[in-house]
């Protein structure tokens, strides 16, 4: 029996915990029953567990023989997203859904579990890490600080997404860079409010605050490579309570995306100097406050053959880009990738080019591609762990 049809006969348990923790959304540090569930199965599948990293972390342990240590990890946190699907299994947490599908993640992997458990076809172990907190809160990064690889020391790391702008039953993975780093910046806008009738009498931090966001749309445009990918948006515009004021502040919030780390190096500085100018220039002080997230994704090369080839093995090489356009959002995994050399990759779940893409209210993860995602986390842990 190959591997796919190993992983589908496992196909309508995984969505009955799928479906549960799709229902049962939690968020970032906060996954307490979802983290509850996961070692449960692990360790009826027999495998060792340890809880606690990063607050709600799981990593089950499964050594058959001597050989190497490799890294398998899911997500498991889901978004502060309304949900407005109507299915049996929708969240029953108000403000609360799986629009990523990290709930997949968690079902691929514990089929993946529950198979490598049982089959034993590799020499080594397996860790299999369900992080926290990759929404925006970086619970990688937390993991790895508390030790993560110092208590399971793994030779490489791996992470799969399922991706549903790509069609279903198709994968990528490519050496070098697959995520952008993530940054995030606030400019707080002081001018001197006043009757909007009178704006004379005043400092309008409105105007001005609508002056910097077309400011900084050079950056990109005009400071940057054409060749080296960047992104600035401003994602947030608060300021003023009705109509007839003119405020005393507005606040900016947005987003930097790059992968060059020199030019992620310069955005700081940029933002800074083009916001507090044109401030000055309209009679507004600025204040600037920048947060580095998120660094970028890069996989190592010889990782990211080895993933493909199993991908080839499984969908067939048509089925499989090995040089995928790299994505400008973002991922904690990369905090992983820094310290140990491993490969990111994407598992197509697109059902047709209008679906619900990822952080959608409508969003649910395709339930038949639960098999391939086993199968390939199953096959990749065989394939590098031979026996």
């Known amino acids: 029996m190959n591997a796919i049809d190993r992983a589908s006969a496992l ?23 979802t983290a509850k569930f996961i070692a449960a199965q692990l360790e009826s599948f ?28 899911a997500d498991m946190d889901a978004l502060n997203i309304q949900e407005l699907n109507t299915f049996t299994h929708c969240s029953k947490i108000d403000g609360k859904m799986h629009a990523c599908g990290h709930d997949g993640h968690s079902a691929m992997l514990l089929g993946a ?3 490598l458990a049982e089959t034993r076809d590799f020499s080594g172990t397996v860790v299999l890490i369900f992080q926290p907190a990759e929404e ?17 020391p793994v030779k490489e790391i791996y992470g799969l997404h399922n991706w549903p702008s790509m069609p279903a039953g198709t994968m990528a993975v490519g050496p070098g860079p697959m995520m952008a780093a993530f940054d995030t910046f606030e ?46 948006t401003v994602t947030q515009i608060h300021g003023g309570d009705t109509w007839n004021v003119i405020p005393d502040q507005v606040v ?42 998120y660094p970028a994704t890069i996989n190592t090369a010889q ?33 992983m990738l820094q310290k140990k050399p491993g490969s990111y990759a994407w598992l197509g779940t697109g059902t047709d080019p209008d679906c619900p893409k990822l952080h959608n209210a409508h969003f649910d993860f395709n339930d038949d591609m639960l098999a391939l995602g086993t199968a390939y986390w199953t096959r990749l842990a ?3 762990l031979k026996a």
């Open 382 to 384: 065989e394939t590098l």
């Open 303 to 335: 990782t990211a053959s080895q993933c493909a080839d199993v991908m080839a093995e499984l969908i067939g090489e048509e089925k499989v880009e090995r040089n995928p356009t790299p994505s400008m959002g973002a991922e904690d995994f990369a905090f």
């Open 136 to 152: 925006n809160e970086g619970g990688a990064g937390v993991m790895v600080n508390e030790g993560l690889f110092d208590k399971f």
């Open 46 to 73: 027999g495998i060792e567990v340890d809880r606690g990293l990063a607050t709600t972390g799981v990593v089950g342990v499964l050594t058959n023989g001597d050989g190497d240590t490799i890294g398998l990890r």
């Open 113 to 115: 579990a529950k198979l």
């Open 187 to 232: 400019i707080t806008v002081q001018g001197r409010g006043v009757h909007a009738a009178m704006p004379h009498l005043g400092v309008d931090p409105v105007v001005a605050a609508a002056q910097i966001v077309t400011a900084l749309q050079t950056v990109s445009s005009r400071e940057a490579d054409p060749q080296d990918a960047c992104v600035l």
């Open 252 to 293: 900016l919030r947005g987003t930097t995306r790059w992968f060059n780390p020199e030019l992620g190096g310069k955005l700081e500085g940029r933002i800074r100097d083009i916001s507090s100018g044109v401030g000055m220039a309209l009679g507004c002080s600025v204040e600037n406050t920048y947060t580095q997230r």
């Open 11 to 33: 196909k309508d348990e995984m969505i009955s915990w799928r479906h549960r923790l799709h229902a049962n959304p939690e968020t970032a540090f906060e996954e307490f029953e």
